[in-house]
């Protein structure tokens, strides 16, 4: 069974840099790409960052240069380093691990964790 697990959300300042972490079971971590995406109250879920598994990342442009990605093969582990957050950061923060073999896809999603930023 396979299982993703956010972390290390809460209520954070403005300026904070919390980290989100994403612990994963139950597959073979280091083949799967990792997303991490938000989802903000009344807003669509959006993709905030990814990481392939060769680790070459993408960000959403509202994540550069603020977010960082990054992930731990050996301890099945996904990050999201967030800093200078903001408000508009507020939305529950889920990771995803996708991997497409032949003609199948394997998508798995995390529960979420919600970040809330005051000002």
């Known amino acids: 069974q396979v299982r993703l697990v956010e972390s290390g959300g809460g209520l954070v300042q403005a300026g904070g840099s919390p980290r989100l972490p994403c612990a994963a079971s139950?597959?073979?971590?280091?083949?799967?790409?990792l997303h991490w995406y938000r989802q903000a109250p009344g807003k669509e879920r959006e993709l905030v960052a990814a990481?392939?598994?060769?680790?070459?990342?993408n960000y959403a442009d509202s994540a550069k240069g603020r977010f960082t990605i990054s992930r731990d093969n050996a301890k099945n582990t996904v990050y999201l380093q967030m800093n200078s957050l903001k408000p508009e950061d507020t939305a529950v923060y889920y990771c995803?691990?996708?991997?497409?073999?032949?003609?199948?896809?394997?998508?798995?999603w995390g529960q979420g964790t919600q970040v809330t930023v005051s000002s």
């Open positions: 995803k691990a996708g991997q497409r073999l032949y003609s199948l896809e394997y998508v798995y």
């Open positions: 990481i392939s598994t060769g680790r070459n990342t």
């Open positions: 139950g597959l073979t971590f280091s083949t799967y790409a």
